[in-house]
């Protein structure tokens, strides 16, 4: 059985004062869900997330992360450094750095590597676009985007990773994947890790993310093989993020 994982991915969004009350908030209604919980805020407020939520049932995490250990990367930060900060979670590979910044399949799997050699738990994102949906191409697009890391990591490091499957045409459109539409991507996907691993393929799990909200979080989430969310805009509510967690 998959413990299910809900997470905030804030994007470039927070200031310290907005921040305070809003990790808060997270942190005591969390206590009392039966789910994972953790939040991606940007790289300097990570001192502000370790300050608030060290010892609280939520546990926090970067959004990025450089592919290389150290040296001269000017403005990359390395997985050891997230670890200073107490990062449990990187995402890597998510389409906004995909589309905006050009990362490949092939860097996302480095990333998710760097990261998991210093000790964090990548959740790889990966995801089509509507033009690529529209041509009948999801499957192929998206067991490509997994391929690249499953093609760096062993079997047992593949159990260790989170997945996140994001049409990028639901992100932040408010269009959401119908759950059936969800689970027939989160299927295939599962089977692709189980054929790296059988464990990896029981244990892995697989969040939907793309304007998943509370009122549409119950019945995602209620799907086979989708073991949590990663949640944009709505994580940047507590009542709302808590909301989904307790759906979760
Ligand atoms: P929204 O929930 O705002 O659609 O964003 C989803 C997302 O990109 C999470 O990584």
Known sequence: MRRKLVVGNWKMNGSLAANAPLLKGVAEGAGAAGADCAV??????????QQLLAGTPVAWGAQDVSRHASGAY??????SMLMDF???YVIVGHSERRAYHGESNELVAQKAVAAMSAGLTPIVCVGETLEEREAGRTTQVVSAQLEAVLALLDGQQV?????AYEPVW?????????PAMAQEVHAQLR???????ADAG??????YGGSM??????ELMAQTDIDGGLIGGASLKAADFLAIVQAA
């Open 40 to 49: 991606c805020a940007p790289a300097p407020y990570l001192a502000q997330c």
């Open 74 to 79: 000017t403005g990359e930060v390395s997985a």
């Open 86 to 88: 107490g990062c449990s």
């Open 159 to 163: 159990s260790g990773i989170v997945v």
């Open 170 to 178: 639901a992100i932040g459109t408010g269009k959401t994947a119908t």
């Open 191 to 197: 089977m692709q890790l189980k054929e790296k691993s």
């Open 202 to 207: 029981a244990g892995v799990r697989i969040l």
């Open 213 to 218: 909200k509370p009122d549409n979080a119950r």
